[in-house]
């Protein structure tokens, strides 16, 4: 597509509840990131994809959260038992290679959690 | 690790006044830096970015930011702010290369106000 698609735009949940974010990153870019922004703050990162594989998960917060991208395009970000600290908007990104830290970031308008 | 500090959250000017936004960053390394803007409600966008060559950066829009490595600074400016330009403004430095490391590191924001 033209640019990172992210749905839902808002999501609200009951704590404790099961929740899945999707991401359709930029149609040719291998590498894919999660981010989370509280309010605020500037985003925090999450996971980083290169292709199917999660090269660098070291900011996921703790084990209910996780991510997959099963066939290099597409990613959901899942969290389990939901927490009211939970609450921020999640942003995705995609660029094309990663091999580089100068590679551009083309971001998602983000999917805004709140738990309830 | 890297990081940034942007030393001003809010920045309050008058439309046709020069802006400066400050930052300041922290790396072992030779980083990539970018300054990104959020409008409300809308996805991350580049404004431009800092990768080794030129110290003096063009972007979009008008503004300009300036690589100093002595004083490990990274500000951006703009000769006269437009009302448009009234949104929240991150400084953001790559993650390391040779780690293995993708991810960018965001500053906590600093949000312009333009004034008529």
């Known amino acids: 597509g033209a640019g990172v698609s992210q749905t839902p735009s808002n999501k609200v949940t009951e704590k404790g509840k099961y929740v899945e974010l999707r991401c359709d990153p930029i149609s040719g870019h291998t590498a894919l990131y999660w981010y989370r922004q509280s309010l605020g703050q500037g985003p925090e990162f999450l996971i980083y994809f290169q292709g199917t594989g999660a090269a660098d998960d070291s900011g996921l917060p703790n084990d209910r959260f996780f991510a997959v991208r099963p066939e290099g395009s597409v990613s959901t970000l899942k969290i389990q038992r939901t927490e009211r600290g939970d609450s921020a908007v999640y942003l995705c990104?995609?660029?094309f290679g990663g091999g580089s830290g100068a590679n551009v970031l083309t971001f998602g308008a983000g999917s805004r959690l709140t738990v309830l | 690790a890297q990081s940034v500090t942007q030393l001003d959250s809010h920045v309050s000017v008058s439309e046709g006044t020069p802006v400066l936004l400050r930052c300041n960053y922290s790396s072992s390394y030779s980083p990539s830096l970018f300054w990104y803007v959020q409008h409300p409600n809308k996805g991350l966008q580049l404004l431009l970015k800092?990768?080794?060559?030129?110290?003096l950066v063009k972007g979009i829009n008008g503004f300009e930011a300036e690589f100093k490595k002595s004083e490990t600074s990274f500000h951006l400016t703009k000769p006269s702010a437009h009302m448009s330009d009234a949104a929240e403004y991150f400084c953001v430095v790559s993650g390391r290369v040779d780690t293995g490391r993708r991810a960018l590191t965001f500053g906590s924001g600093t949000r312009l106000q333009v004034q008529p």
């Open positions: 800092y990768t080794s060559a030129a110290t």
């Open positions: 990104a995609s660029s």
